[in-house]
């Protein structure tokens, strides 16, 4: 089986840090380049961050730079979302999606292939 499963969601104040990892199974995901999409209520989804295959580029929505830092782990089989000045209009639901077309990557729902179920990010005091 083919997956993807995201963690580290939760409930955080404003200012404050989260992680989400993406943990891929059933495929080795250095042959997949990684975005990170969020879909708040009532809202559209819309791309966040993502990583090429071999990690050398990253792309990030202007909402988020210099807040959010993607990464990955080939040893562990995991992409991370670093998120730190966490902002009320962070709050959604966030999603990792593998992409084996392409080398690079790019912030297109479209463009990827597997996702995960998602995991929960709400910023509230």
């Known amino acids: 089986q083919l997956q993807l499963v995201e963690s580290g969601g939760g409930l955080v104040q404003p200012g404050g840090s989260l992680r989400l990892s993406c943990a891929a199974s059933?495929?080795?995901?250095?042959?997949?380049?990684i975005g990170w999409f969020r879909q708040a209520p009532g809202k559209e989804r819309e791309g966040v961050s993502c990583?090429?295959?071999?990690?050398?580029?990253?792309n990030y929505a202007d909402s988020v730079k210099g807040r959010f830092t993607i990464s990955r782990d080939n040893v562990k089989n995991t992409v991370y979302l670093q998120m730190n000045s966490l902002k009320p209009e962070d709050t959604a639901a966030y999603y990792c999606?593998?992409?084996?077309?392409?080398?690079?990557?790019?912030?297109?729902?479209?463009?990827?292939?597997?996702w995960g179920q998602g995991t929960q990010v709400t910023v509230s005091s």
């Open positions: 999606a593998a992409d084996r077309r392409r080398a690079t990557c790019v912030m297109s729902q479209v463009s990827y292939d597997f």
């Open positions: 059933g495929f080795t995901l250095d042959y997949y380049a």
């Open positions: 990583i090429s295959r071999n990690g050398g580029s990253t």
